[in-house]
């Protein structure tokens, strides 16, 4: 299938800041290698299909305590190597809250939501916080998390209203973490600084996750750059994953024994990490630990 380019006003603005760069450049362009057959890369790599509920399409669960909802089927960018990109995302709007409810209380070990996508933040702030809110009401539910990579793709999602909806809910208790998908040091500016504050001021624990890509990040001094830069801003380390093996995308692939020890290398040459990313593959049957 076909992704169409993608291209957000951020994204571009990185791409002229960073010239000629190939790594941030070739996350976002197409390439005709995706048209390329290669054996293992299939179109759902991560079991997606057969994780989500039985009609309740909106949400997928892979562990017994987590429950992933698709908050939005749609991103400021196509990442070339999403492994989504073959999926037909339902989006949380179809399904009925009340049956996600009726879920919920048949499944007493969940106690964490995932709002992913697409991309969560990429939908107009007034079309999911109501909904969102519905989970923080949720009293079983202990934390509430968020994938996205509107940090370094759409920072229009940055508003006023959503620091003080956050601040609101923190009066449910709940901890509410954001995991943001940064792959390239190019993709990082200044003024990030200031959103992570404020979000960071309105009660979120901030972390980061990256993907392993050929020619993007497969080098220690750009993934030193990288971590130096997040941890900086005071976003913690959290996830290096493996490239998931979706169709289109084998030419990101990274062998794992070249993965290992490329990590290994990164972490002997950079011994200032505050906390150390777990380096795993994701599978149909959940996250497996390459390295940690
Ligand atoms: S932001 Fe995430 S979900 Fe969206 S295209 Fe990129 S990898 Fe896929």
């Given at each position: 299938?076909?992704?169409?380019?993608?291209?957000?006003?951020?994204?571009?603005?990185?791409?002229?800041?960073?010239?000629?760069?190939?790594?941030i450049r070739r996350q976002f362009e197409y390439d005709p290698e995706e048209e390329k057959i290669q054996d293992g890369f299939t179109e759902d790599p991560v079991g997606d299909a057969s994780a989500s509920i039985p009609g309740l399409p909106c949400l997928i669960r892979k562990y017994p305590d987590?429950?992933?909802?698709?908050?939005?089927?749609?991103?400021?960018?196509?990442?070339?190597?999403c492994f989504r990109r073959h999926i037909n995302i339902i989006p949380a709007r179809q399904?009925?809250?009340?049956?996600?409810?009726?879920?919920?209380d048949a499944n007493p070990e969940i106690r964490e939501v995932i709002f992913s996508g697409g991309d969560p933040f990429y939908l107009p702030l007034a079309d999911w916080s109501s909904l969102a809110e519905e989970y923080y009401r949720l009293e079983k539910l202990q934390t509430i998390r968020f994938h996205t990579r509107t940090l370094t793709t759409f920072t229009r999602a940055y508003t006023e209203d959503l620091y003080s909806l956050f601040r609101k809910w923190n009066a449910y208790g709940k901890e509410t973490v954001m995991v943001f998908h940064i792959n390239h040091p190019c993709e990082i500016r200044e003024p990030m600084a200031e959103i992570?504050?404020?979000?960071?001021?309105?009660?979120?624990?901030?972390?980061?996750?990256?993907?392993?890509?050929?020619?993007?990040?497969?080098?220690?001094?750009?993934?030193?750059?990288?971590?130096?830069?997040?941890?900086?801003?005071?976003?913690?380390?959290?996830?290096?994953h493996h490239l998931d093996a979706v169709k289109g995308a084998h030419h990101f692939h990274v062998p794992t024994d070249e993965g290992i020890s490329l990590i290994q290398d990164f972490f002997r040459s950079y011994p200032f990490l505050l906390a150390k990313p777990r380096y795993v593959q994701d599978s149909p049957s959940g996250k497996h630990n390459l390295l940690w």
């Open positions: 299938m076909f992704l169409k380019e993608k291209i957000s006003r951020d994204i571009q603005g990185a791409l002229k800041r960073c010239g000629e760069n190939p790594g987590r429950l992933l909802v698709y908050l939005h089927d749609d991103c400021p960018v196509s990442c070339r190597f399904c009925a809250f009340t049956d996600i409810r009726a879920y919920l992570l504050h404020r979000l960071r001021e309105s009660g979120i624990l901030l972390k980061h996750q990256m993907v392993l890509l050929r020619g993007v990040n497969d080098d220690v001094k750009i993934l030193q750059k990288l971590f130096r830069k997040t941890e900086e801003m005071g976003i913690s380390p959290y996830y290096i």
